[in-house]
């Protein structure tokens, strides 16, 4: 019978076939160790020479790393392992021998894994990365499904910046210039007066020359979008969104936590109402804490953001900024018109914003003053005014970085890891 590593408990005592690559090996004069992976889990397969044939059993001695195999034998309980099981096995059919294979189990160099990133996927670390980020997706339809959120799809190719505040990337749409999509948010505003809560999941682009540990050219964004609710709901959604990951994460991924070394008793923190501190009390913590490159009016860099986090062990919500460092759709506060009604949630433990969110001007007056204040103007933005015109409503959403969300809750250090193919300022390949 053909399983996977995945489902091999059900089997237990049976014969199994499954198609593997081997990831490892040890052997001695009688008995040979085979670590397998199979993309939905790793095992061990025990090799006996006395219950294999001859030759099966020289296959087993000198296959390389990553040859591909269907392997076949018994599973059987091993409690040492973290699997539980392991194969007593019986034949191997080699598939393709792997010669040369460039990823050993020692010590590489980052580039040279970067340059190796079609194969670096394999590993076992990038394994778990990759399950926690299908496992986050997975959680976030689950989460909005359940608050009854309709999932909507924002265009890539735009002729609008959704955030004036970032670097666009110029592509050629016939004899028109087009931009890779920043955000949906602009559509998904529309999106919302048509359909009430929605929610996009898909690719955002940014043209910024951020070469740092949390920045990517491609990202994947999580952006809701919601009518009739104001800010102080839409950071309440967050908090409960956050955690729900967190909880998810808690719940499906314990082994690819322990293969990450993930301090786990951080996460069990994460549970809402996470703290709020606005933007000005923001500024005095960073004075109180010695930083004098900062003042107000100036947007928070990446070591301000880790010594803000420092202070809390939940993600913190910094709350009314000023209104000349944000975008211009946002809406005013109603008691101090220079801020707005905005937050941006920092993660703890150094991983940086891992949402930014607001509420939107719904006023047509005031966006039109905001239009002429920016000189939006044209086709691409007329639409998104228009949308103030005909039964406008509050309404806030926002938008959170899968990346850095993945980086944050797996540990891991660079965002580079949390992403299938990498797109970073001097990386295109592989
Ligand atoms: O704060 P940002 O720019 O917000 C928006 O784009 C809003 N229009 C979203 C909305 O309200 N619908 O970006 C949102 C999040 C950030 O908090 C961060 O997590 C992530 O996107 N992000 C990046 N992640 C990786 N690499 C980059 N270069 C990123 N830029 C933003
Ligand atoms: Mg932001």
Not at 13 to 33: D, H, M, P, Y
Not at 89 to 99: P, S
Not at 101 to 128: C, N, V
Not at 298 to 320: L, M, R, S
Request: charged share 25%; hydrophobic share 35%.
């Amino acid at each position: 019978m053909k399983t996977t590593i995945q489902h091999v408990a059900k089997h237990e005592g049976q014969e199994v076939t499954i198609g593997a690559w081997l990831e490892n090996k040890r052997s001695s004069g009688k008995i040979a160790f085979l670590q397998l992976r199979d993309g939905t889990g790793f095992m061990q397969a025990v090799v006996a020479k006395n219950s294999v044939d001859e030759e099966v059993f020289k296959l087993a001695k000198t296959l390389n790393q990553e040859s591909s195999i269907y392997i076949t034998g018994t599973i059987v309980e091993d409690k040492r392992s973290p699997l539980g099981f392991e194969m007593q096995v019986k034949h191997i059919d080699l598939i393709q021998e792997a010669v040369d294979y460039p990823i050993t189990p020692k010590e590489h160099g980052t580039e040279f894994l970067m340059d190796h990133r079609h194969l670096w996927l394999r590993s076992k670390r990038q394994h778990a990365v990759m399950k926690i980020r299908s496992e986050i997706i997975q959680a976030t339809y689950r989460f909005f499904s359940d608050h009854d959120f309709m999932k909507v799809d924002p265009p890539i190719l735009t002729g609008a910046s959704a955030e004036d505040t970032t670097e666009l990337f110029h592509v050629e749409y016939f004899d028109e210039e087009a931009y890779l999509s920043q955000s949906g948010q602009l559509y998904l505003e529309a999106a919302a007066m048509a359909l009430g809560k929605v929610f996009s999941f898909g690719p955002t682009f940014r043209a910024e020359k951020s070469k740092t540990r949390r920045h990517l050219i491609e990202f994947w964004m999580m952006e809701p979008e919601m009518a009739f609710v104001e800010h102080e709901e839409s950071l309440q959604i967050q908090e409960e969104y956050v955690s729900f990951l967190v909880k998810s994460i808690l719940d499906n991924c314990q082994q690819e936590l322990q293969v990450l070394n993930r301090d786990i008793s951080k996460l069990e923190k994460i549970t809402a109402p996470f703290p709020k501190i606005t933007y000005k009390e923001a500024i005095q913590l960073l004075k109180d804490k010695g930083f004098t490159d900062i003042e107000w009016g100036d947007d928070f860099g990446a070591p301000h953001e880790t010594a803000i986090a420092e202070n809390y062990d939940k993600p913190v919500f910094i709350t009314n900024w000023p209104k000349d460092i944000k975008a211009f759709y946002m809406q005013p506060h109603p008691e101090e018109p220079e801020l707005v009604l905005c937050a941006d949630l920092i993660a703890p433990e150094g991983y940086g914003e891992i949402i930014g969110g607001s509420e939107r001007i719904h006023d047509y007056e005031l966006m039109k003053k905001r239009y002429e204040e920016h000189q939006l103007s044209g086709p691409a933005y007329e639409w998104y005014l228009e949308l103030r015109k005909y039964g406008s409503v509050p309404h806030s959403g926002f938008g959170l970085g899968l990346e850095r969300t993945v980086a944050w809750i797996a540990g891991v250090e660079h965002v580079r890891e949390t992403i299938p193919f990498p797109r970073l300022l001097n990386r295109l390949y592989p």
